[in-house]
C-alpha cells in the first residue's frame, strides 16, 4: 500500500504539472506573463493539495500503527477477544469516510466525451484510507483465527 501511495505521489507531480499547461492553454489573460502566472499559480496549489493530502495520510497511517500496536498489546493478555471499543471506532471511521466519499460532486461527462472529476485526488484519497481501514479491521479478525468480514457493508444507524 505505501508502494502505491509512492506512486501515487508520484503521479501527482506529473499531474499537477499537466494542470499548469491546461491552465496556460485556458488562459484568457491578454499577456503570456499574465497567462504564465495563472497557470503557474494553478500547478502549484495543485501540488500543495497533493502533498497536503499525503501528509493527512501518513498521520493517519501513525494512528493506526498506533492503535493497531495498543491491540496486538491487548490481544496478547486477552485471549481472543476482540476489543469491541477499538472495533466501533475502526467502523466508525469507515463510515465517516464512506459518508465523506458520497459527499463528493460526482464525475461529469465532458463535451469531447471524456469525463471530469473536480474531486478525483480526494476521491482515490479517501479510496485508499477506507482501503486501510477495511485492512485494519480484517486484520484485527485474522490475527485472532476469526474469518475476516471485508465483505460486509458497514452498519447503518437507526
Known amino acids: 500500500m505505501l508502494e502505491d501511495r509512492q506512486k501515487s ?8 504539472l499537466a494542470q499548469t499547461g491546461m491552465a496556460l492553454m485556458a488562459s484568457k489573460n491578454p499577456t503570456f506573463g499574465g497567462a ?6 494553478a500547478g502549484i496549489g495543485a501540488l500543495q493539495k497533493s502533498k497536503q493530502g499525503a501528509r493527512a495520510f501518513e498521520t493517519d497511517m501513525l494512528k493506526l500503527q498506533t492503535q ?9 493478555s486477552s485471549g481472543t477477544k476482540i476489543p469491541a471499543g477499538f472495533l466501533t471506532d475502526l467502523r466508525g471511521q469507515v463510515e465517516e469516510k464512506t459518508a465523506q ?3 463528493l460532486t460526482p464525475p461529469k461527462d465532458s463535451f469531447f466525451g471524456g469525463r471530469t472529476d473536480p474531486d478525483a485526488a480526494a476521491r482515490t484519497q479517501l479510496q485508499k484510507e477506507l482501503s486501510v481501514l477495511q485492512g485494519q479491521i480484517d486484520y484485527m479478525y485474522r490475527s485472532r ?3 475476516t468480514v471485508s465483505n460486509t457493508p458497514p452498519r447503518t444507524k437507526v
Open 9 to 16: 505521489a508520484e503521479s501527482d507531480k506529473w499531474m499537477a
Open 36 to 41: 504564465l502566472g495563472e497557470a503557474g499559480l
Open 68 to 76: 493497531l500496536d495498543i491491540a496486538r498489546q491487548r490481544a496478547r
Open 101 to 103: 466519499l458520497a459527499s
Open 145 to 147: 483465527g476469526l474469518p
